[in-house]
């Protein structure tokens, strides 16, 4: 026998380095387009723009470097570069409004990434080891049904486009669902990790399908039941497709089973039809969806006029788009937040920021599928999937693929709760991702500055 020495692998921070400064001349760069195209001049505000994104980025590197110096070098430049997208865009709209509290949105929007940021980054310092959130896997069960409960208390909850998802504390108004996304995900995982042998014995046969034993039948019952509750109470479709959708897939992701996606979709589809029937509500969603086109809904109140009139941005755009600032996005309600990813398609084609976001994705699942642990496969690939499912059911209630739903687009749209619940995923990703990278026997930075050699033996 000898004894080999294998280096433990270096952290790639100039490779991070020098993605996060070509995610900083996306962000900035449209920014200044936008204004050459629109006015000919250089904005005027441009060096407090890009100083404050250029700290913004120094501080998350120098974080990475000493809190996660493991971590995958790819995801913290595509959030980036998403969120200076976003912010470009909303800027952007800005220019088009005439009325002073919606030309204000950047600067609002530019505040919630600093502290989407500040959270992650506090999550980052507290946080030391990923496995140290399957001990409160119920406690997160249980705090996900009290966010999800507070839209329904008289004096809180706010309904708004019918569906009664946000609630308001004096001027301030937060969505709890956003951050329900990460709480279900690590209650999923944690759950599923300890009760998967269980959950993967199958019962009888049918159709070639091993299904699971009845009384295995229980998590996904009542998870069904709460996503009813959601649609039922809250007549918010889109979270509770969100909600059942990435249950169903980590269940299949944790057994290996194909009979779990077919039971979840059996459940569900039954359940959206009666409620489609009992609320007039999603049922105006799916008219709009199904008869887009046709005078009469176009021209109701609630119709499909804000789904025509992306329809119309998005094919002037083509396939590139009409470049930054040479579209008229403005014309669609809601363009800054619901509808964002309309006016992407118009000024600069579905392709790029649709890339950006599977290629986050992909690390997020290459994360997921190198951590040691059960526990972080699943974390991993819950936070996935979650940004996955959100951006296919953003992407297709906006070309019509499927109804509208209310859901908002990652790190691109408006908003304070979606911005700081999608900044929480990176630091999670990021954390899990550390963990998977880190050589076996390397210690993790808060307990040595020292990083041994990785010391193994091998056959002379």
């Known amino acids: 026998m000898a004894l080999v020495t294998v280096a433990p692998a270096k952290p790639r ?3 991070e380095i020098i993605l996060l400064l070509v995610a900083l001349a996306v962000g900035i760069g449209g920014y200044v387009l936008t204004n050459i195209n629109r006015t000919g001049e250089l904005p005027g505000n441009l060096a407090m723009h890009a100083g404050i994104l250029l700290a913004i980025a120094i501080v998350a590197e120098v974080g990475m470097h000493f809190l996660a110096p493991f971590a995958d070098p790819v995801i913290l430049p595509i959030a980036v570069a998403l969120t200076g997208l976003g912010l470009a865009m909303i800027y952007r709209l800005d220019m088009s409004y005439d009325a002073l ?3 204000t949105v950047g600067m609002r929007q530019l ?6 940021i500040a959270v992650a980054a506090l999550i980052l310092i ?11 896997t119920y406690t997160f069960g249980v705090l996900s049904l009290i966010l999800l ?3 329904m208390i008289p004096g809180l909850g706010v309904e708004t486009f019918g569906a009664r998802v946000w609630i308001r504390i004096g001027s301030m108004s937060f969505q709890p669902g956003e951050l329900v996304k990460i709480t279900l995900a ?6 599923l990790v300890t009760n998967r042998d269980n959950l993967a014995i199958g019962g009888r046969q049918f159709l070639g399908m091993r299904l699971p034993r009845a009384r295995d039948l229980g998590p996904i019952l009542l998870v069904w039941l709460i996503g009813i509750a959601i649609l039922v109470l809250q007549r918010d479709l889109g979270t509770s497709l969100l909600f059942f959708s990435l249950f169903v897939a980590m269940l299949y992701v944790a057994t290996n089973r194909v009979s779990w996606l077919v039971i979840g ?3 569900f589809v039954p359940a959206v039809a009666l409620t489609v029937k009992a609320f007039p509500h999603v049922a105006n969603r799916f008219s709009v969806w199904l008869n887009a086109l046709d005078p009469e809904v176009y021209e109701q109140t609630g119709g499909s006029f804000q789904l025509v009139q992306s329809l119309f941005g998005q094919a002037s755009g083509g396939l590139m788009g009409t470049g930054w600032g040479r579209g008229y996005p403005q014309l669609v309600p809601l363009a800054n937040s619901d509808f964002i990813l309309s006016s992407f398609a118009e000024e600069l084609g579905l392709t790029g920021f649709l890339v950006l976001y599977l290629v986050l994705i992909e690390r997020g699942l290459r994360a997921a599928i190198s951590v040691r642990d059960g526990f972080g496969k699943l974390l991993a690939t819950g936070l996935s999937f979650s940004l996955a499912i959100q951006l296919f059911v953003v992407l297709g209630g906006i070309t019509r693929l499927i109804p509208l739903t209310g859901l908002t687009a990652p790190f691109l749209a408006a908003g ?5 619940s999608s900044w929480l995923t990176v630091a999670l990703l990021i954390r899990v991702s550390d963990a998977a990278r880190r050589p076996a026997a390397t210690p993790a930075p808060w307990n040595s500055g020292i990083q041994p050699s990785v010391a193994r033996e091998v056959n002379a």
């Open 149 to 151: 409960l507070l839209p």
């Open 416 to 420: 304070g709760s979606s911005m700081v």
């Open 265 to 267: 979709f059996v459940m």
């Open 101 to 103: 509290d919606q030309a």
């Open 111 to 116: 505040m919630f990434v600093g502290i989407a």
């Open 13 to 15: 921070r100039v490779l």
């Open 126 to 136: 507290v946080l030391k080891d990923h496995r140290s959130l399957r001990r409160y």
């Open 186 to 191: 690590l209650f999923f995982a944690g759950y």
